[in-house]
């Protein structure tokens, strides 16, 4: 048997973009912009306007060659999509080294290794009872999400982030509409490799795991917003059923990428705040009608499963259940990323230059240490502005 005819819904035909010189110069302008903070512009109240949104001279270009390369997408389109594609899945049981080098290698797309972790320890050890039992009295960090709803959330540059222990965090009511994000310390690297088969996951990818980042939400819908990042990644769905949508990279132009300030990650400036109880999908495209000619691929994770995701795969996840628990796992793997050169010259060179110690690079660095407090710090730079509240002001 072929290696990728136990893969179900996986079509190589699906249309790629081409947006050939528009798209270099697109790719020219945001690589300036990006290094000299061109589109750079404070509101009155110090947040900061969104780059397309941005009245100096930057900010029009932008908007100017957005709607340059939407016009290109229409007038080339040869196929409108009715709706979301289903992404391409495989039985965890069949997934090994050869595969995962072919499927890494030549498809470069996100895959589903349904019930691979089905009945580990991790998923008991992760409870609600479990994790206050054990690990109640950490200081946890976590989003606080009506913050949003306040102030222009701009690319991890206005938010606010609040503290509480784990356990106030898992029953007050006050902390329901949080959500635990890319937090490192709940559970440790130990707890992946020994208790949810990571050493498997390490053998078959043959690369060293660096660093863990655990999500606990407490309210069915809540989620992330439209974001990719450099570097692929493996994320266990530990509790609970999460959406996830996916973009192909060669479409990320169209949606106005923004990279965070230290370079981290990037999010679509088209809509930061999308209405999380209604369809992420039927949202954009009500909204931005051209996105019909973009493919989307969604799924959703039950419990026990692995998602692989790749570098610069714009996603969107949402939480269809009330409990969930889930951990992205990274890799000890520095590479140039084929899948946007654009991001790898601003998130790689440029927020290094720009950013010594708090760019993706020092990050990078800092994971690999094997330091606990340095992880911790890594992690903590996803948010450039990180206004931090006290247990006892939180509680008030």
Known sequence: MGVLERVENFNPDVPKAAFRLKGFIWSMWF??????SLSKQKKEDGTLYKRHESSRLSGKVLRFLHKSLVNQLVKNAIVTFDGTMPLPSIDGKYIDREFFNHWGRKINMPLVLKGYIKGEEVMDVTTVESLIEVHGQKEVKFVDRNFGKKKNNRVGQNVELLTSTLEEYLTKEEYRDCYI???????????????????????????IS??????????KNSGSTLHCALGDNMFLNIHGKKEWLFIDPTYLPV?????????????????????????????????????????????ELEPGDVLYNPSAWLHTVRNHTDYTVGCA???????????????SICGLLIAALKNPTKSFLAQFIKTTSGDVKAKKEAIDTIFSKNEKKTKEKVST
Do not use: C
């Open 31 to 36: 690589i300036l912009d990006y290094a000299f």
């Open 181 to 207: 994000n890319n937090f490192y310390g709940i559970l440790d690297d130990d707890d992946y490799l020994e208790r949810s088969r990571g050493k498997d996951i390490d053998e078959f990818r043959n690369q």
């Open 210 to 219: 660096s660093i863990s980042q655990w999500f606990i939400s407490r309210r």
């Open 255 to 299: 949606f106005k990428p923004a990279l965070a300030k230290y370079g981290t990650y990037t999010v679509s400036e088209l809509e930061e705040e999308l209405n999380m109880d209604a369809d992420t999908y039927e949202e954009l495209v009500k909204d931005f009608p051209y996105l019909k000619h973009i493919p989307f691929y969604r799924y």
């Open 329 to 343: 796992v990274r890799y000890n793997v520095m590479q140039w990323d084929n899948n946007s050169i654009t991001l």
